[in-house]
């Protein structure tokens, strides 16, 4: 027999095994979809999160200011300075005028203002530097870096040292954030693993004479093991194909609602532009998980 | 073919199941071996097919000692031999066509031997008509009949029958007899493990008693089984 036959009979005995357990071939699909739901959850509210990072992040900056009498010149040589270090993601330059326009632009409803900015014969704001970092972690080596600058001179003032706190706290939320959400998802993915292990192991527990019979009437045991795990594999297709068929019109949904909450983000995008990956993964997924557990839960009885 | 050298054998919670057990056995005997329950016979037929290994002795077949396969030999032994059980041990999910062509898939035959020779074994034990039933749809006598079936499928050297006569009725058990009788002309050899008299007198050949897991008779020719 060559192997291209046995490896049909193999799929082939797995299939007749899945349909003749029927009752417990769609419980242990069902369980395995619902891990897979769940999984899937966890990428969405992964993704969720980093995006509610990434928007948090993108809000916090140092602005550098500068003396009055200092030039164009002298500011642009400390912005190159600061684009060139890796920590630096990017620094906006704020000029003396553009920094007034703001300004009036801020306070255009108050007249008080307004007539004492008229009174001044000359514009008393600085020019400025806006610095966002790679890392907000990293704010504090960029000051450093600036203070050991050899233009220092030129720097009236950093507002770091008045931000510090807010900046701090919205790092410490954000790490926050992060571990926790990795945290909870590996504990649920770790709960998950485990549903499916055992769900499969009852499954072949109730086997479990079937396959000492089978090692007694002289069965090697791939022979016995292959179309337990062709089963197992099966179970996975099938609660990824379910998993998908529920999940994307569950997304197409609740997108446009999340949308609202957090501008500017979209679940559907995500999940479709990254269609091919998803299904990929969850396959991945669904059959190693099968696979795995069969292979596990199959061992003990193939001591005899 | 068989045999055994100073076999002993003890269970986990320290019952000594076999005691001290020197046995020959050559091609193409008919051997009873009879005793009360928990005598050791089905200890004895359980080191043969290496569901268990004693604790001390050889056993050998065919000039294979048993304590030196490895895991991955045990299957190539058991296809050497035919094994029929009280219980059947037919596997549920598979009818008795399936039942009997896992006993040849196992040993890499082809689907055309499978289908040439499952029908005329089924025919030979009478199971024609039933090929596509389960086992949770055929009587205790078809049951065993198909385990016989299924234990001379791969023309083994030997059958090993653990009192396949225990579920049956008085018409079944004879003609599980008879069948085991015919399959012994032909030159197969079996040991048949029973604690029923009349059928071990019936048979008449060598006789093997066993009591308290010793060995505490063996008579070659015309055996009775005597208390």
Redesign the interface.
């Known amino acids: 027999?060559n192997y291209r036959?046995t490896l049909e009979?193999i799929i082939a005995h797995g299939w007749t095994?899945f349909k003749?357990?029927s009752y417990l071939s769609i419980g242990t699909t069902g369980v395995m979809t619902l891990v897979l739901l769940l999984f899937a959850g966890l990428m969405s509210l992964n993704f969720l999160s980093t995006k509610i990072v990434e928007s948090l992040q993108d809000k916090v900056d140092i602005s550098v200011y500068f003396k009055t009498d200092s030039t164009e010149e002298e500011v642009m040589l400390i912005k190159k300075d600061l684009e060139n270090n890796s920590l630096v993601k990017s620094v906006a330059y704020i000029s003396k005028d553009k920094a007034l326009e703001d300004f009036k632009k801020l306070h255009a409803g108050d007249p008080l203002i307004q007539e004492s900015l008229a009174e001044l014969s000359e514009n008393p704001l600085q020019p400025a530097l806006n610095i966002k970092a790679v890392d907000p972690m990293k704010f504090g080596d960029i000051v450093t870096f600036l203070e050991g600058n050899k233009f220092r001179s030129f720097i009236d003032k950093i507002n770091y040292y008045e931000n510090e706190a807010v900046i701090s706290r919205v790092q410490s939320i954000t790490n926050g954030v992060r571990n926790w959400g990795l945290i909870i998802s590996l504990l649920l993915a770790l709960v998950a693993i485990m549903v499916t292990f055992n769900t499969i192991r009852l499954t072949i527990y109730n086997?479990k004479?079937?396959i000492e019979?089978?090692?007694?009437?002289?069965?090697?045991?791939w022979?016995i093991r292959a179309p337990y795990l062709v089963e197992g594999s099966l179970y996975g297709i099938l609660a990824v194909a379910v998993t998908l068929i529920i999940f994307y019109p569950v997304v197409f949904l609740i997108s446009p609602k999340l949308g609202v909450l957090i501008p500017g983000v979209s679940l559907v995008g995500y999940f479709f532009s990254n269609a091919i990956q998803f299904i990929l993964l969850l396959l991945v997924i669904g059959i190693l998980l099968g696979v795995a557990s069969s292979a596990i839960a199959i061992r003990r009885f193939l001591?005899? | 073919m068989i045999k055994l050298k100073h076999i002993s054998t003890i269970y986990e919670d320290d019952f000594m199941a076999l005691k001290d057990i020197n046995l020959e056995i050559k091609h193409g005997e008919f051997v009873s071996l009879v005793g009360p329950s928990g005598a050791g016979k089905s200890t004895l037929l359980k080191i043969l097919t290496r569901e268990l290994l004693a604790n001390d002795g050889e056993a050998i077949i065919d000039g294979v000692n048993l304590a030196e396969l490895d895991s991955d030999d045990i299957p190539f032994l058991r296809r050497k031999i035919g094994t029929v059980y009280q219980d059947f041990k037919l596997l549920s999910a598979k009818n008795a066509f399936e039942n009997v062509a896992f006993a040849m898939e196992v040993c890499g035959a082809s689907d055309e031997d499978i289908n040439k020779d499952v029908p005329k074994l089924l025919s030979i034990v009478g199971l024609s008509d039933k090929a596509n039933n389960f086992p949770h749809q055929m009587s205790g006598g078809e049951k065993q009949r198909l385990a016989i079936a299924r234990a001379l499928i791969h023309r083994p050297k030997m059958i090993l029958a653990d009192e396949p006569t225990g579920n049956l009725d008085m018409v079944n058990t004879y003609d599980i007899v008879k069948l085991l009788l015919k399959i012994n002309e032909l030159g197969t050899t079996i040991i048949l493990a029973t604690h029923n008299r009349e059928v071990v007198n019936t048979i008449g050949k060598r006789v093997i008693s066993m009591e308290m897991g010793k060995i505490v008779r063996d008579q070659i020719v015309q055996g009775k089984y005597i208390i």
Request: cysteine-free; charged content about 30%.
């Open positions: 027999m036959d009979k095994n003749r357990n086997q004479n079937e019979i089978m090692r007694l009437v002289g069965g090697s045991n022979h001591k005899i």
